[in-house]
């Protein structure tokens, strides 16, 4: 087996183990696997493809956060999923796209289609852009989400059409979580590490909109990533 699996992420905000919830769900899930490892700030020059989150486990190095879980499952061995029923899985699959085909994209917009952005937002890529530059990265980065928002679509949407998006996608999951302890059974699985990351980077966000207001104002959503948070414990990037 080779050394210690090394997680980079995002760093966190907010009080969240980071502020991206892709590099979030990774660091759900191997906590929730018992799997050993150090989390790492990740550099976006090293990552593959220049995304995060990356791994590296010995010679390994691998980004996009679904290809790295099923690397896990397949090294570590799958503790989480290993037992699920095909009903199960279209269930968890299903939250799964939810969360990162369609609610992402209003939490991206939430974040960064504000007219008072730099201001709203402070601290929120902090620990991530070099202070010296970023009065200059930070419009850059800025300009270019948008046009990633605009080329998706949600971007072209008027505020609250946008937001009405997110908040149904927001209704669906709650529902279909109902008043189980977790997303697809009575234990965790990999499709809880998807959705407490969204749903705990939204309840997290400083700024508050539609998506937010809904999340800290639904006892079951609470209630949920409560029981996920004691799985969890605390965990944080480290260089050293």
Known sequence: MPRMLELYISPGAWGTVSTSPFCAKVAAYVK??????????????????????????????????????????????????????????????????????????????????????????????????????????????????????AAQGTGRFARADAFQRGVDDLEALAETLGDGPFAVGDAPTSYDATLYAWLDGIAATQTDNPLTTFVRGHAGLQAYLERVRARLGADAPSDG
């Open 32 to 149: 929730l696997a018992g799997i050993e490892h150090k989390l790492r700030t990740a550099d976006f020059r090293k990552a593959p493809r220049g995304k995060i989150p990356y791994i590296r486990h010995g010679e390994t190095v691998m980004g996009d956060s679904t290809h790295i879980i099923d690397y896990l499952k397949t090294t570590f061995g799958d503790p989480l999923d290993a037992h699920l029923t095909a009903a199960q899985r279209a269930r968890g699959h299903l939250i799964k796209r939810t969360c990162e085909e369609s609610l992402y994209w209003v939490l991206v917009y939430s974040r960064w289609n504000r007219e008072d952005f730099p201001k709203a937002m402070k601290g929120y890529l902090a620990g991530l852009l070099p202070g010296a530059l970023r009065p200059l990265l930070l419009p850059m980065i800025h300009k270019k989400s948008l046009k990633q928002l």
